[in-house]
């Protein structure tokens, strides 16, 4: 056991199992379904599936990657750091587009872009829009919902970064600029990589939206190997095979991050003085961020409440409102915190064993959120009711008295599946943090005579809550919209707001399911809110003991 | 963590809401079929007969679901769409047979499974879209599909959805591979863009000119007829042709149920496959989902019935659901999904 000096048994260890074990078991599951099939297929996916699922999916992620990318790491900066009109607002609402799923957004713009759509029926005679459903469609889409991931954690790095970064670099001769290329951004590398890599993995595991847009990657070969070409072993294989290659690329960038290291010697955050822009950049920067920010919510979220409108006189707004809302803010709560106490337990892990085997695996449990979540479903679906089955079959032999599904079936066995898919979601941010705050606290504290345990109740806990609270506010977005995983594990009788408007849309009466689609945008955006006044306020120590505090100032002001 | 007492106590709560599995006048069913569908036949059945039905809705993965959770699954029925489905619910061993003279009265013989695994309830029929504006043809074949006087003119959702597989194994059923194989880049070859969206997406996209003709299910007409002004006007555009194979009739596809291996409840589950089967619940399928019934008498929607008069190709379900592999293999082989030019 870790840490026990002071404060008894840590819960740390238990904790950071859990989460492996969590994590890896609908892995190890799909391993087993994978092991149980030939390699038959394989010659025939090999020559006429993957190579083009390959192709879309390599343009598909080196889009979100670009354009993602660039559209989240200008805003940050924006943000961050210039003065524009209207800056305080963008800062709001930026998160924004985080609230939809993609598939809403895709269908929200096939509705409004294609050749029958209001916009090309109004330009018919001017000029021929180039298609929605197209590769090009999807990397706009796509980047125009998973954006907010780079901006939210480059915030979050920008915020926790020490203002003299910036005016060291300009003293010694930089533009604003040139400080900002050179020293700032690239400091905030592991923060840009975490936030890239969340976009990245949720593009790579989504089919359903880039299949409706005419894209087919990875994903959609094994979701189309498993139900037409009759294979679930090969789909799973391909499903692995696609975490395995995931899992390597993470490995690569984490081992051209250690020849770098990323913490700051002093913990003095004063947020950096933002450079106003003059007018034609003013209003370049203004005309650009307004313009992202009108693309990815202002107009689908219109279009959104402009169908509900049309729907409120026919709607049951008990059954497919209220209640499945009140469900879903309920599951939502539970398994964001569930998922967030987790991902703190393996972020001091780490911190504390980060040479040991488990801290190691600890990164392979966000390959997860790569994996397309029908898939990961099925692989947890497999492995609890394999664990019921056999629960059952020992208290029959032994007591006579059968024991039935004790997991399966529970709102429980849903929320370690959302583990299973969400866990890089939650470790991502936390983990980027604990990075930024120097090693040299914790050696500090230790030599003042301090334990783990009041080390990270003191010194490490009060720089992590607001990393956390947005953790669990990132989580609670994606688990609101998440559908796959709802679907299958669900208990029965159990409506959320997702598989409402699923069960509508999957019939086209996608009206019917707006009101719907627009709870999970409302719950995404009061989340977004919440999170947003989080980015403002850089971390703080919490009320803390004099002798504790008495570290804290060694520390912070050597 | 503060959250987490709330967050225990929600789940405990949610985790207690569970229905009883196993009880006096329930049923639970596993479902394909949208919930909008279903339930109002589901409130008439528990209305008639006192017994509740719980439903589980999904889009994949049912069958699976089922088999793993074993001779202690909840599932009574599982009620779905497309034969290969059905079929497959019987070959894994998640099925048991049913002997029952009303199914068997009620519906035909070649719509259900000989050994009483599984039982089609509705049927659709795979038909051609073509533009009322464009398109003068009032009668079509499948194998016309590849005529290159169609070049540029058809859109199509993707060759892999199940509707396209099974008219494709249907097709291989009736022609054989090779001339399957010619016949599929024939259409491919005649596309007006690369496969995408659904059936709604076709009748919209030749509503909007990007094509003459398409294939879809006949009850997404229906419901775009019934829909919305913008699906009425995509409706609107478009007349039905029932198309044929050259010495057949036109590809049906059904939708069916099969009652689990380990049902608990199975008595009420068989009482509710037979009501599915009755004349009120065949009535609602045609009249609120524009299906065609399986049960003889029934009378189909209006606008369906509009559609001329369906004379469903004969070949054995059980054929199109065994070829439905293959067929899939051919799809990908000519890369159909690529679209026209690759």
């Known amino acids: 056991m870790s840490v026990t000096k002071r404060g ?106 294609d050749s029958a759509g209001p916009v090309q029926q109004a330009l018919r005679d001017v000029v021929r829009l180039p ?108 499903a692995l095979l696609l975490v395995a290659a995931v899992a390597t690329l993470a490995f690569i960038e984490h081992v051209a991050r250690r020849r770098a290291a990323f913490s700051q010697k002093s913990n003095r955050v004063t947020p950096s003085r933002r450079i106003a822009l003059n007018g034609t950049k003013a209003a370049a920067a203004a005309l650009f961020v307004w313009g992202i920010l009108a693309l990815a919510f202002f107009v689908p979220a219109v279009f959104l409440a402009w169908t509900a409108a049309g729907t409120l006189s026919t709607v049951r707004l008990l059954e497919d409102f209220l209640y499945p809302l009140a469900t879903t803010l309920a599951l939502a709560v539970a398994a964001a915190a569930f998922i967030a106490v987790l991902a703190t337990g393996a972020g001091y892990y780490q911190r504390w064993h980060h040479r040991s085997f488990m801290a190691r695996l600890l990164n392979l449990c966000g390959m997860g959120y790569a994996i397309p979540g029908v898939v990961l479903a099925l692989g947890a679906l497999f492995a609890y009711t394999t664990f019921d089955n056999l629960l059952d079959r020992i208290s029959r032999s032994v007591t006579g008295y059968s024991t039935g599904l004790v997991l399966s079936g529970t709102a429980l066995v849903l929320i370690f599946a959302y583990a299973a898919r969400f866990f890089a979601v939650g470790f991502g941010p936390v983990s980027a943090r604990f990075h930024q705050i120097n090693r040299s606290q914790d050696q500090v504290a230790l030599t003042l005579g301090q334990g783990p345990p009041s080390i990270n109740r003191w010194v490490l806990l009060p720089q992590i809550t607001a990393t956390l609270a947005a953790a669990w506010l990132l989580l609670l977005v994606d688990i609101v ?78 | 963590m503060r959250m987490t007492i709330p967050a225990a106590a929600a789940l405990i709560a949610m985790t207690a809401a569970a229905p009883a599995l196993a009880a006096d006048g329930q049923v639970n069913v596993y479902t394909y079929r949208e919930p909008a569908l279903i339930e109002p036949i589901f409130a008439e059945f528990t209305e008639e007969s006192g017994i509740k039905v719980n439903v589980i809705f999904a889009k994949d993965g049912l069958e699976q679901k089922i088999l793993a959770e074993g001779q202690n699954s909840p599932a009574d029925m599982l009620l779905t769409t497309d034969i290969a ?113 659904g059936d709604r997406d076709v009748a919209k996209d030749i509503a909007a000119g990007v094509c003459d003709i398409g294939l879809g299910n006949t009850y997404y007409v229906g419901l775009m007829s019934n829909g919305n002004d913008e699906q009425k006007g ?31 409840n199975k008595d009420n589950a068989v009482k509710l496959l037979e009501w599915l089967a009755g004349d009120k619940a065949q009535q609602l399928y045609a009249t609120a989902n524009y299906e065609y019934p399986v049960r003889a008498g029934i009378e189909t929607a209006p606008v369906v019935a509009g559609f001329g008069e369906l004379k469903p190709d004969v070949m054995p379900m059980a054929e199109i659901a065994e070829n439905k592999k293959k067929a899939a293999e051919i799809v990908d082989r000519v890369a159909f999904d690529e679209g026209p030019g690759t």
């Open chain 1, 481 to 558: 919209k998440e559908l796959p995983i709802t679907l299958l594990l669900r208990p029965i009788g159990i409506e959320t707001l997702a598989t409402s408007l699923y069960g509508h849309a999957s019939r086209g009466q996608f009206e019917d399911g707006s009101l719907a689609a627009l709870a999970i945008l409302g719950s995404g955006v009061a989340a977004v809110a919440i999170l947003q006044q989080l980015i403002y306020r850089p971390e703080q120590p919490l009320r803390a003991s004099p002798g504790i505090r008495k570290v804290w100032y060694a520390i912070t002001r050597p």
């Open chain 2, 85 to 197: 489905r059905l079929r497959e619910a019987a070959d894994i061993g998640i099925a048991q047979p049913v002997a029952s003279d009303i199914l068997k009265q009620a519906i035909p013989e070649q719509l259900r499974d000989p050994g009483g695994n599984w039982f089609a309830l509705t049927m659709r029929a795979r038909v051609v879209y073509a533009s009322k504006e464009r398109v003068k043809d009032t009668a079509i074949t499948y194998e016309d599909l590849a005529d290159p006087k169609w070049k540029g003119k058809i859109c199509i959702r993707s060759g892999q959805h199940i509707y396209n597989n099974a008219l494709f194994a249907a097709y291989l059923g009736k022609h054989g591979e090779a001339e399957t194989e010619t016949w599929i880049i024939g259409i491919k070859n005649n596309l007006a863009q690369k496969p995408s969206g």
């Open chain 2, 234 to 264: 995509w409706a609107g555009a478009i007349n039905v042709i029932l198309p044929t194979f050259k010495d057949g009739g036109t590809h049906v596809n059904v939708s069916g149920a099969v009652i689990a291996k380990h049902a608990p």
């Open chain 1, 131 to 238: 298609e929605i459903r197209s590769l090009a469609g999807a990397i706009a889409i796509f980047s125009l919902v998973l954006y907010p991931y780079v901006y939210v954690t480059l915030r979050l790095a920008f915020a926790g970064q020490h203002s003299g970064l910036g005016e060291v670099a300009r003293t010694l001769g930089c533009t604003p600029w040139q400080a900002f290329r050179r020293v700032q951004l690239p400091a905030a590398r592991p923060a840009f990589a975490a936030g890239i890599s969340l976009a990245l993995m949720e593009a790579l595991a989504d089919f359903g939206a880039s299949e409706y847009l005419g894209v087919r990657t990875i994903a959609y070969s094994v979701y189309s190997t498993w139900v037409t070409r009759g294979s679930l072993p090969a789909a799973a294989q391909i």
């Open chain 1, 8 to 113: 008894g048994l840590s819960a740390i260890t238990p904790l950071s199992g859990l989460a492996c074990v969590l994590c890896i078991v609908p892995m190890l599951s799909l391993l087993t379904v994978a092991l149980r099939g030939d390699a038959e297929l394989w010659p025939h996916l090999l020559r006429f599936v993957l190579p083009y699922a390959l192709r879309d999916t390599l343009l598909l992620a080196a889009g979100v990657v670009i354009v993602a990318g660039a559209i989240g790491t200008a805003l940050a900066s924006l943000v961050s750091f210039t003065e524009f009109p209207g800056r305080r607002y963008v800062s709001a609402l930026a998160l924004l587009p985080l609230a939809f799923p993609i598939y809403l957004h895709a269908f929200v713009y096939v509705e409004l872009l």
